[in-house]
């Protein structure tokens, strides 16, 4: 009898039995392991994953599949500000905005210095025509952010659509001194001038229009 034979006989035959066992063991553990890991996922990751796929969704103009991820992510994270915002914009783009202006209103609970969410909701505002309101949440939003050319535009067709012509321009001019380039402030600066019965400005403004345009 050989060497090889003589060793191979000499092995107990529950080795033979017991080597597929370890090696399915082995697979089952890391088979584990790997679960592990999935339900280990840090926090910040998770939020992150999550993210990814509601921006994804509302790439592909699911926007009722996007509201439903970032509805998974606030309520995992009823204290995170910026997520509550993304929720708002999420429901915009879906057309609830009543629901939107809730999670703008969740966000200042949570950070009453976010000034796009009082932005956001002024905008809402104009949209249903509540200047009013809308006054008031862009006051909010123009206090944390003064040098804010769109802000200052927003506030110019607020106080147009009041009536209050005078507090229009200082904004419209506001937002035109922020950005020179800004078309559509001037373009209601002009119409604001033209209620005023000040045609000369009105037509300055438009002046001013075509010269832009003919830069883009």
């Given at each position: 009898?050989?060497?090889?034979?003589?060793?191979?006989?000499?092995?107990?035959?529950?080795?033979?039995?017991?080597?597929?066992?370890?090696?399915?063991?082995?697979?089952?553990?890391?088979?584990?392991?790997?679960?592990?890991?999935?339900?280990?996922?840090?926090?910040?990751?998770?939020?992150?994953?999550?993210?990814?796929?509601?921006?994804?969704?509302?790439?592909?103009?699911?926007?009722?599949?996007?509201?439903?991820?970032?509805?998974?992510?606030?309520?995992?994270?009823?204290?995170?500000?910026?997520?509550?915002?993304?929720?708002?914009?999420?429901?915009?783009?879906?057309?609830?905005?009543?629901?939107?202006?809730?999670?703008?209103?969740?966000v200042?609970?949570?950070?009453?210095t976010?000034?796009?969410?009082?932005?956001?909701?002024?905008?809402?505002?104009?949209?249903?025509?509540?200047?009013?309101?809308?006054?008031?949440?862009?006051?909010e939003?123009?206090?944390?952010?003064?040098e804010?050319?769109?802000?200052?535009?927003?506030?110019?067709?607020?106080?147009?659509?009041?009536?209050?012509f005078?507090?229009?321009?200082?904004?419209?001019?506001?937002?035109?001194?922020?950005?020179?380039?800004?078309?559509q402030?001037?373009?209601?600066?002009?119409?604001?001038?033209?209620?005023?019965?000040?045609?000369?400005?009105?037509?300055?403004?438009?002046?001013?229009?075509?010269?832009?345009?003919?830069?883009?």
């Amino acid at each position: 009898m050989s060497e090889t034979q003589k060793d191979s006989s000499s092995i107990p035959i529950s080795i033979y039995i017991q080597w597929p066992l370890i090696k399915l063991g082995k697979s089952v553990k890391n088979m584990v392991n790997g679960y592990k890991r999935i339900f280990q996922v840090e926090p910040e990751d998770l939020r992150a994953i999550y993210l990814k796929k509601s921006r994804a969704a509302d790439l592909r103009g699911d926007t009722a599949k996007s509201v439903k991820f970032m509805e998974l992510i606030v309520s995992k994270y009823p204290k995170d500000a910026e997520m509550f915002y993304q929720l708002g914009i999420a429901y915009e783009k879906s057309a609830q905005y009543d629901s939107a202006s809730k999670a703008y209103k969740k966000v200042i609970s949570i950070q009453p210095t976010f000034s796009k969410a009082h932005y956001r909701i002024g905008i809402l505002c104009m949209r249903d025509r509540d200047y009013e309101s809308a006054l008031q949440s862009m006051n909010e939003a123009i206090q944390l952010e003064p040098e804010s050319a769109e802000i200052n535009f927003r506030l110019g067709q607020i106080c147009d659509r009041l009536k209050d012509f005078d507090k229009a321009i200082v904004f419209f001019t506001k937002a035109v001194t922020l950005n020179p380039k800004f078309i559509q402030a001037y373009k209601n600066m002009a119409l604001t001038y033209d209620s005023m019965d000040n045609h000369k400005k009105a037509l300055e403004c438009l002046k001013r229009v075509l010269e832009l345009e003919e830069t883009v």
